[in-house]
């Protein structure tokens, strides 16, 4: 009986699994042109028309088509290799262009992608510095940051590999000391001239004028003191301007009566800052050689003649830019913040005797 049931089974099957149907044979109930179940239902792949005959379903349903967008569900279709249309097809080996073939090894995620920012090989000297460099070329840093061994006015400079700090020029603590210091602080200038010629016409003085001065410091020299400004100054004139390269900064002081009738005082403190280097969060150094991006000069007058005023003290130190705007042809504004400030003798500073550096930007030194 088994052998029976089982012979029938099989021709059941073959009957209703088989292909079109053969020339004045009548298909069987459910399949291809055959009559539709009862409840208008056909086999898988085939619709019922209203003739109540089975169909092919007009939008490509035949389960044998390849390109069978519901075929993409088919657990059995996710390895087939010849199904290189398929968009759900996530593991064909030929679907290189599939959007979600994570896996796939032609994947334009792979590691060999130029585009790959994580596999960038950091450069020495393209002014950024990367990851696996300690410093960029151009950058410095103050020798008792990386030595408290070292003096606090030093500065090493990163070294050509961009993987380390030259200490070379960084004295030890107990060298050379600075003959008097400005504190460190921050100060907005809030209008920027722009050219020496607006400068000099003071056209925004009353925002200006201050009855303190930005840096001061005095100098013991035994029998008398070396201050600055001049111990008399009451009122002080503290503004910038800048030209196509440089930004200079005064602070010019003066003693005004009651009138604000003023006589110019001495000593006066000036920077220039390289324009350039004058973009936010940058820090600069405070030196007088070229390896340094701002100078400072003290200077003053030892004679009568208004002409010959001359450079007495040189700075040492470090200016943070905090903001700057400035816009060629109009005013802007700098804020920027200042290290602690050493002050040196011409002939005796951090870098040696800096005589030549400074005659030779047509300054005079004072005797």
Known sequence: MKNIILLLFLVFLMVSCGGDDP???????GTLNGKCYPNKTCNEGLVCSEGDICIKNGDSADSSDSGDSSDSGNSSDSGDSADSGSSADSGSSADSGDSTDSGDSTDSGDSS??????????KCGNGTKEAGEVCEKGDFLMCSEIDSQYSQTDL??????????????????????PLATFPARTHELTYLYNGVNAFNEMTNQDDELWKSALFNASIDLGEATYSIPHPQAN??????????????????????????NCQYTTPWVMFGADLESLSAGKKLSIGIS????????????????????????VGYGTLTVDSVNISAGSA????????????????????????????????????
């Open 156 to 177: 090493a400079i990163c070294n050509d590999f961009c993987n380390g700090w030259n200490t070379d020029k960084c004295g030890n603590a107990s060298g050379l000391k």
């Open 113 to 122: 992608d130029s585009g790959n920012n994580g596999n960038t090989e950091a």
């Open 235 to 260: 009122a002080h004139w503290i503004a910038a301007y800048y030209d196509s390269e440089t930004l200079y900064f005064y602070q010019n002081s003066y003693l005004c009566d009651d009138s604000m």
């Open 332 to 367: 802007g504004h700098f804020k920027f913040t200042t290290s602690e400030i050493g002050l040196y003798n011409v002939t005796m500073t951090p870098e040696g005797d800096v005589t030549k550096e400074i005659e030779e930007a047509r300054y005079k030194i004072c005797k």
């Open 23 to 29: 020339e004045g044979e009548v298909a069987a109930q």
């Open 290 to 313: 070229d390896k340094h991006k701002v100078n400072m000069l003290i200077e003053d007058v030892l004679t009568a003649d208004p002409e010959q005023d001359c450079v007495m003290l």
